[in-house]
T-cell receptor, first 114, second 116 residues
Framework: AQSVTQLGSHVSVSEGALVLLRCNYSSSVPPYLFWYVQYPNQGLQLLLKYTSAATLVKGINGFEAEFKKSETSFHLTKPSAHMSDAAEYFCAVTGYSSASKIIFGSGTRLSIRP | NAGVMQNPRHLVRRRGQEARLRCSPVKGHSHVYWYRQLPEEGLKFMVYLQKENIIDESGMPKERFSAEFPKEGPSILRIQQVVRGDSAAYFC??????????????FGEGSWLTVV
């Protein structure tokens, strides 16, 4: 069984500050991990994914995430927040099998203070 | 290249009516997912389909909900005798395992169902 836990349903940072969104996963098999972003009334857009090629994954819009097996974590970071980063962010996990469904965390709403 | 196309984007139904939501996957993708998102909540897995086959329907409510992905045509999520609690955004996603490593799924823009 697989699951993800996102710590903090709402995170608020100042413009220009570091963004850190936390995600911990549980998986009985080596996981694939993803971060998606959702803007209001829109679908989900893939930010980045971990597929075991490299533990530090760089995504779009300046975001990156580091896979830490010892901590079962896949936290999302961005060095300097921009107002346009305000959105809902979802961490997700799946297995290697094509029959594995993708399980999403409950989401973290990121707000940016001017 | 067209992404995942969902229609209708917005649907209003009276209690007891049927709702049909359609999803055309990315061209060449053979797998389709349906997720439901209730207001202020995350995405809940409903069903995972391959053409003419249901791979995993563990998230589907036992009654009134059904899904199909025929050999030809879009995937359909069907909700019979809708109730107010069915009001939600329904997202479709598609993938082609093996084509793109990591079982990456690509989402449509969603269908917003309102039951009045």
């Amino acid at each position: 069984a697989q699951s993800v836990t996102q710590l903090g349903s709402h995170v608020s940072v100042s413009e220009g500050a570091l963004v850190l969104l936390r995600c911990n996963y549980s998986s009985s098999v080596p996981p694939y991990l993803f971060w998606y972003v959702q803007y209001p009334n829109q679908g989900l857009q893939l930010l980045l994914k971990y597929t075991s090629a490299a533990t530090l994954v760089k995504g779009i819009n300046g975001f990156e995430a580091e896979f830490k097996k010892s901590e079962t974590s896949f936290h999302l970071t961005k060095p300097s927040a921009h107002m346009s980063d305000a959105a809902e962010y979802f961490c997700a996990v799946t297995g290697y099998s094509s029959a594995s469904k993708i399980i999403f965390g409950s989401g973290t709403r990121l707000s940016i203070r001017p | 290249n067209a992404g995942v196309m969902q229609n209708p984007r917005h649907l209003v139904r009276r209690r007891g009516q049927e709702a049909r939501l359609r999803c055309s996957p990315v061209k060449g993708h053979s797998h389709v997912y349906w997720y439901r998102q209730l207001p202020e909540e995350g995405l809940k897995f409903m069903v995972y389909l391959q053409k003419e086959n249901i791979i995993d329907e563990s998230g589907m409510p036992k009654e009134r909900f059904s899904a199909e992905f025929p050999k030809e045509g879009p995937s359909i999520l069907r909700i019979q005798q809708v109730v107010r609690g069915d009001s939600a955004a329904y997202f479709c996603a598609s993938s082609h395992p093996g084509q793109d490593s990591g079982n990456t799924i690509y989402f449509g823009e969603g269908s917003w169902l309102t039951v009045v």
